[in-house]
């Protein structure tokens, strides 16, 4: 999940990221809610880009095994309340149609612990926004021990993603 590309502050995902235009209404619960072993939760975040390095492997244009370093800081579903940080990479693998790239990211909600996530993002080298994308979690620290389920990312300004995680612990 980079953060948002150069044209809108980033490219693809960092959560944080992270992407498309109006802010979703829905069945979102808020992250004290999120632990409760054997239940299914909806988590909704936004996500500001901090910080994000291009690692270029040519100077002359994308080329499989450019990287982004990023850093986001997330917020409450309403964007007011800071309640953790994104922190990943992305590598690009293909670029041809549009792009393609796999983001190894690390969501850290205070006090709650680690959300690992991994996935590809398509598309990050159109150009316009940065492409919506779902990704994977793959395991985490604290009160998301044993977390599965998947993080959709969305663009929703520059340098802003909302975050829908849906989580079963």
């Known amino acids: 999940m980079r953060p948002i590309r150069a044209a809108c502050l980033g490219t693809a995902t960092a959560l944080v990221t992270l992407l498309a235009c109006a802010p979703g209404a829905g069945a979102a619960t808020d992250i004290d809610s999120a632990h409760d072993k054997g239940k299914h939760r909806v988590i909704t975040l936004v996500g500001r880009l901090v910080q994000q390095t291009p690692f270029p492997v040519s100077p002359t244009g994308p080329s499989q095994g450019d990287r982004t370093v990023f850093r986001s800081d997330l917020y409450d579903q309403n964007n007011?309340?800071?309640?953790?940080?994104?922190?990943?990479?992305?590598?690009?693998?293909?670029?041809?149609?549009?792009?393609?790239?796999?983001?190894?990211?690390?969501?850290?909600?205070?006090?709650?612990?680690?959300?690992?996530?991994?996935?590809?993002?398509?598309?990050?080298?159109?150009?316009?926004?940065?492409?919506?994308?779902?990704?994977?979690?793959?395991?985490?620290?604290g009160d998301f021990d044993r977390a599965r389920g998947s993080v959709h990312a969305d663009t929703i300004g520059m340098g802003l993603r909302r975050f829908t995680i849906d989580l079963y612990l």
């Open 80 to 141: 007011v309340t800071k309640v953790g940080e994104t922190n990943g990479t992305c590598t690009t693998t293909r670029t041809i149609d549009g792009g393609a790239e796999v983001c190894v990211v690390t969501y850290t909600l205070e006090g709650r612990g680690q959300l690992s996530v991994q996935g590809m993002v398509f598309g990050h080298l159109n150009a316009g926004p940065p492409p919506s994308f779902d990704n994977g979690i793959t395991g985490g620290t």
